[in-house]
């Protein structure tokens, strides 16, 4: 089975791209270890954007009827993980993300990076400017 035929990874894919959630990854530790199939890792802007990234993610899960196994970090909001025992969600702040290195700890993981789905500030001033160009008339 490919990375992309799970329909539940691309799911969840799906689902962190749409709230905006950056540098996802997708682990694949089958090869390497029988406590998961997958880890899918992914970043917040804020402690308030991981918690809604995580609350996202287990709405829409419990709709395909996937509930979570076991979940840790919520209140703290510097990383929450969602065990649901064949993928495990890992949803951080960057500087939780860059000291407990996951990707660095399972280097031997086959790993797939998935593309970022917003626009930076600088874009959407540009297309403001763009599209709301007007001249200023003297009177």
Sequence with gaps: ?????????KRIVEILQDKKGLDITLLDLRKVTDTSDYFL?????SAQHVRSLASELREKLAEIGEKPWH??????GRWILLDYVHFVVHIFRQEARDFYALE???GDAERTEFEDRWETEEDTK???KEETSFE???F
Excluded: N, P
């Design 136 to 138: 200023f008339s003297q």
């Design 1 to 9: 089975m490919s990375l992309h035929e799970d329909k539940k990874i």
């Design 71 to 76: 979940v840790e970090g919520v209140d703290s």
């Design 41 to 45: 890792l992914s970043t917040g802007t």
């Design 104 to 106: 660095r700890l399972w």
């Design 126 to 128: 540009e297309e403001t």
